[in-house]
């Protein structure tokens, strides 16, 4: 642990040294044994500071960190509680706090409490350098590259110490191109001018705020302020969201952008803010507003030389490539392409194959991941045939992509190359293919669930279309090789000369929700919506197939208190089900069937019980929870044997779980319930499972 949390703070080289004043002379012996690594003769005296001065948080907070450093992180909380309860606003406390939880591994926990820390401690305190360098290096782990900047510039001013270092890194990391961060996510964003013909009292707030007095937080509360007197105010409005992603507040700092650029009629500074936006949405609380993530299995190694072996055969396949091992570490990396398809004839022309995953083996566990899930999963599976003995159960997550992986989904090898001019120029083909032929017309959360064809021809959605192009060819240019042309893109979506969009006044929510195009759905914000409009709003955007669209109304609807005479919401959990379950996010569904079913107890008295526990087992299906899917299955056909359609249901889940045994029982159970009522169209139903439950039994 002491090597772990060596911090040199104030120059003094001790570890979480700083202290208040009035008692540093005291606490001078007890350092200097602490330094010494003389702990009972440190923790006697230290405890001797306590009892002289009772009132004081100081020694409390000092004796947490000897104990902590001690390996005794149990007594170095309960010390540090005893602190807070002498003083709620314990700078150092907060700090030392967000080392603990650092330790426990949740960076979140210790962003919030370094942050905290910053927000308490005097501008000119010496260990400021040392919390926000702490709270750069979390961003960073984060994902949050604008906020890790603004916290190490920061640190900057706030010591002297180490500070051409600190330049030299600056520079490095932000003021240098590099293949790690593109240029939107390195930069040195600035405010945003206030209009010359704002009043004086406006001017004389502004002032204060252009000058950086303040803290972070303070300057949030003061933006806020400003559009809450003038919601008119673009350049307000981006001031507050770009101090929100200073402060790693990506989700808010989204929120701000889309307000500014309602008012901006510059359609250049426009879409320079949501080229910001992009880079804020790859932060890792952005997950479920993100067109790009990453997919994840880890897998325990039982046996690792059969897999080490199988890993190598593929290698001398041409399947896996890339390969670079790391002898003194252990570890294996490559990537994992996907099978060539089969074809009936022999074609000697290569094949363009898409990774499948991306491999890392360390001997005791196996990662994969990649962009596409579905490409993940059947790479899972094809390994899990070969080496599955000797492997555990897997483990799934999502984490944000890299800025490289943006352009992952476009990506796709030759397959056998004949040399690397040829790599580079199919490559390149596949690239312009993908981009022109497929993402022109695909859905993208970015837009509201609106693809770019249809978003180009809107006034607030084009600034949108032409920072999101840019974005993805800034991350383009980290990899060095891909030679397509992005402007392409802005040329067929006829965005690349643009007059600026003229200003016009807030627009009230539509009085005919169900004549408008996706990209227009898109820009209704939801709570300017009655319920009747808002009802309208999904079903609009249901029958355009914008499904995501769809499920964001349907979230504000059950978000809202039952309606009065329509109390069965069914349809909205539902599509969120549907939603949740088709992006594979499992959890999520099980989530909103639970809510839903909660939800119909408390203002439909039930009469949707079957419903959500039919969706129930099906969920339970997807997560592979065969054996739960099967007793909500049964339960469901005990308590509604008249409920054909359940059964139906019930047994077509337990197939496409391969689960043969199980699907007869159920659609012979139907059956039979199907001949009592004399049910001629359901008995030929159950049949024909029947038929296709024996051949996967």
Not at 112 to 131: E, G, M, N, S
Not at 416 to 441: C, G, M, N
Not at 677 to 683: A, I, K, L, S, T
Request: proline content about 5%; glycine content about 6%; some cysteine.
């Amino acid at each position: 642990m002491q090597d772990q949390y060596s911090l040199c703070l104030c120059g003094s080289g001790k570890k979480f040294k700083w202290c208040c004043q009035p008692i540093h002379e005291e606490l001078e012996q007890f350092f200097g044994l602490r330094e010494a690594q003389q702990f009972d003769a440190a923790l006697a005296k230290v405890d001797s500071v306590i009892a002289q001065h009772p009132t004081l948080a100081e020694p409390l907070g000092q004796k947490a960190a000897l104990l902590f450093e001690n390996d005794r992180p149990e007594d170095a909380e309960k010390t540090l509680d005893e602190a807070f309860k002498i003083n709620p606003d314990y700078a150092f406390g907060y700090f030392l706090r967000g080392n603990f939880r650092l330790y426990e591994n949740e960076v979140a926990g210790a962003l919030i409490l370094f942050r905290k820390a910053a927000q308490l401690y005097h501008p000119d305190t010496p260990i400021l350098a040392q919390v926000y360098l702490s709270i750069f290096e979390r961003e960073l782990e984060v994902n949050h590259p604008v906020a890790a900047r603004a916290a190490l510039e920061l640190a900057l001013k706030n010591t002297t110490e180490g500070a051409d270092d600190l330049r030299k890194g600056l520079r490095e990391l932000f003021d240098t191109a590099n293949n790690q961060l593109p240029e939107c996510a390195r930069k040195r964003y600035e405010y945003r001018p206030l209009a010359a013909n704002a009043p004086a009292a406006r001017k004389a707030a502004w002032k204060i705020l252009e000058q950086g007095l303040g803290r972070l937080a303070d300057v949030v509360l003061a933006f806020q302020f400003l559009v809450q007197q003038d919601d008119k105010d673009a350049a307000a409005w981006y001031n507050l969201g770009l101090t929100h992603a200073w402060l790693g507040h990506n989700l808010l700092a989204i929120q701000a952008i889309e307000s500014y650029l309602l008012l901006e009629p510059d359609v250049e500074k426009a879409a320079q803010a949501w080229t910001l936006v992009e880079v804020l949405r790859l932060g890792v609380e952005a997950l479920d507003q993100s067109d790009y993530l990453n997919h994840s299995y880890l897998i325990p190694v039982k046996q690792p030389q059969p897999l080490a072996d199988h890993l190598i055969q593929l290698s001398q396949n041409g399947q896996l490539i890339g390969i670079q091992v790391d002898q003194e570490r252990g570890t294996l990396v490559g990537t994992l392409l996907e099978a060539p398809p089969v074809s009936l004839v022999e074609s000697t022309e290569p094949k363009m194959l898409r990774p499948a995953a991306h491999v890392l083996f360390t001997g005791s566990m196996l990662r994969l991941w990649n962009f596409s899930r579905e490409l993940l999963d059947q790479a899972l599976k094809s390994l899990r045939e070969k080496i599955g003995p000797w492997t555990g159960e897997p483990f799934f997550s999502r984490f944000p992509a890299k800025f490289v992986d943006v352009l992952s989904e476009a990506i796709a090898y030759p397959k056998p190359a004949i040399s690397q001019e040829d790599v580079r120029q199919r490559t390149t083909a596949y690239i312009q293919k993908f981009y022109e032929e497929k993402w022109l017309h695909k859905p993208l959360k970015s837009l509201g669930g609106v693809p770019p064809t249809d978003a180009a021809g809107h006034p607030q959605l084009r600034k949108k279309v032409i920072g999101l192009v840019r974005f993805i060819e800034q991350c383009a240019g980290l990899t060095g090789t891909i030679a397509f042309d992005f402007g392409r893109l802005l040329t067929r979506l006829r965005l690349d000369d643009l007059p600026p969009t003229p200003a016009a006044e807030e627009p009230a929510a539509p009085v005919d929700v169900t004549a408008l195009s996706a990209a227009d759905l898109a820009q209704l914000p939801a709570e300017s919506l009655d319920d009747a409009q808002l009802e309208s709003a999904f079903q609009t955007a249901k029958k355009l197939d914008a499904h995501e669209l769809a499920a964001g109304f349907a979230k504000a609807l059950v978000e809202r208190p039952a309606v009065p005479g329509r109390p069965d919401r069914y349809v909205w959990f539902n599509h969120l089900i549907n939603m949740s379950a088709s992006a594979k996010n499992f959890d999520s569904a099980m989530d909103w069937v639970n809510q839903g079913e909660s939800d119909d107890c408390s203002h439909n008295e039930g009469r949707r019980r079957n419903d959500y526990e039919l969706r129930r087992g099906q969920v339970h299906v997807k997560r592979g929870e065969v054996d739960q899917a099967f007793d909500v299955f049964q339960r469901l056909a005990q308590r509604s044997p008249g409920e054909l359609k359940f059964q139906v249901s019930a047994a077509e889940a337990m197939l496409s779980a391969n689960q043969g045994a199980r699907a007869n029982a159920l659609a012979q159970a139907g059956l039979d319930e199907a001949k009592k009522q004399n049910h001629r169209d359901f008995e030929g139903v159950f049949k024909e499972l029947l038929e296709a439950a024996k051949s996967r039994s």
